[in-house]
């Protein structure tokens, strides 16, 4: 059964001064008495049982209808050279929509069972100043009430079916900007999203960058649907900081955000740079320790051990299935691998310090080692005690870094 994880960040002091002035005492490895960072990491891990929670959050808005490839063409009329949209694309030309039914089909249809999987579909029926710009304001599917893998992959086949209820074309169809923000404000509210027994996921699936916020506040428009011209102009300005302050907030109550790029607008122009940053600041980067983690294009930032494009990015069908199963196989987890951030990470070894409910462990072969780029490895018999932990019995585990700055 998939692995259960909860996480809290949390500093904590870790030296002490003594009666002078300015003095540092610790009991790690000598480091320059200047300036010292002393963040403590807390895990508390139950390695059985612990299905984590998934809801997808995906954009129905009308940009869903154009085709995966507008070079490709065969999606454009051979007299007016107008390009296809939806059930006007002949069969060789499978729009966005089309694709995504298609590669959610196949992975729900294998793998549903991997997390407790709900669905929430964005924009909103609600229109702003005449437009189809709100924020989503409920959930097409909660996530499901039980555990077993029959019961989840059950679930998983409803939420392929409200998928594909959604038809290709103008219809009936994908319509309306793509308020990320707010729709992720509002599935991050919901209260099946905040538990302390699960993890807690959400997986944004967009084909294009945020706008329709009324309430931007940027002091310049970037315009990213129509003309932006009155009444609409705020509606069509690109909604960078609203998506990414909304995606810390979800942060902020121990919530990640993946996020994924599907088609050109999100693999080029503004895109790379706001999904960017709306998937550092969700918790849930792709992770690297070499340029080959990373896939043609891209390469991986080994001081950080992430990849220089952060988020995951499908140009068609099978890449997006490919990031699904990706992201999947990073749920499963591993009980005895706490991850750090990148500005978490000491500079030996010696720098840190493990303590599994309340008992410290130094580095060793039987204990915990750094793994470079990627968080601290539980070793032997210490993981094996973790390995053997249970919701009736979790474990805590704490990792204490001393950073120089």
Not at 182 to 207: C, H, I, K, M
Not at 317 to 346: K, Y
Not at 357 to 369: K, L, Q, S
Request: net charge negative.
């Amino acid at each position: 059964m998939p692995t259960r994880l909860h996480t809290s960040a949390a500093l904590a002091p870790l030296l002490a001064c003594a009666a002078l002035a300015g003095c540092q005492t610790y009991d790690f490895e000598p480091v320059p008495p200047t300036a010292l960072s002393v963040p403590s990491i807390e895990k508390t891990i139950a390695a059985r049982g612990n299905t984590p929670n998934l809801m997808l959050l995906v954009d129905t808005s009308g940009s869903m209808l154009e085709p995966m490839n507008s070079a490709n063409p065969i999606c454009r009329s051979p007299t007016s050279g107008v390009l296809c949209l939806g059930e006007g694309c002949p069969a060789g030309c499978p729009t966005r929509w089309s694709a995504l039914q298609g590669a959610m089909s196949s992975f729900l249809g294998a793998n549903g069972a991997f997390a407790r999987i709900g669905l929430a579909l964005y924009p909103g029926k609600q229109l702003v100043l005449g437009e189809q710009c709100g924020g989503t304001d409920s959930l097409t599917l909660d996530l499901p009430a039980d555990d077993n893998t029959e019961a989840l992959q059950t679930h998983a086949e409803a939420v392929k079916a409200e998928l594909h209820k959604i038809p290709n074309h103008t219809r009936g169809g994908p319509e309306g900007g793509t308020p990320t923000g707010a729709s992720l404000l509002y599935v991050g509210s919901q209260p099946q999203l905040q538990t302390d027994e699960r993890s807690d996921f959400v997986l944004l699936l967009t084909d294009g960058l945020p706008n329709c916020n009324e309430n931007n506040t940027s002091l310049s428009c970037r315009c990213n649907k129509g003309e932006c011209t009155d009444p609409y102009e705020w509606l069509g300005c690109l909604d960078q900081d609203g998506s990414v302050s909304a995606v810390r907030t979800l942060r902020g109550r121990d919530i990640q955000t993946i996020v994924i790029g599907f088609g050109a607008d999100t693999a080029s122009g503004d895109g790379p740079a706001v999904l960017n940053a709306m998937a550092e600041a969700g918790g849930f980067a792709r992770k690297c320790q070499a340029d080959a983690d990373c896939g043609t294009g891209d390469a991986c930032d080994t001081r950080l051990g992430l990849c220089q494009r952060r988020y995951y990015q499908a140009a068609n069908q099978d890449e997006l299935a490919t990031a699904l199963r990706q992201i999947s196989e990073r749920f499963e987890g591993n009980p005895c691998l706490i991850e750090l951030a990148h500005d978490q990470f000491p500079p030996s070894p010696g720098l840190a310090r493990v303590l599994v409910n309340g008992e410290g462990f130094g580095e060793g072969d039987d204990t915990w080692r750094l793994k470079p780029g990627v968080g601290v490895e539980l070793l032997g018999s210490l993981c094996a005690r973790v390995q053997g932990s249970s919701p009736a019995h979790p474990v805590r585990i704490e990792v204490r870094v001393v950073i120089p700055r």
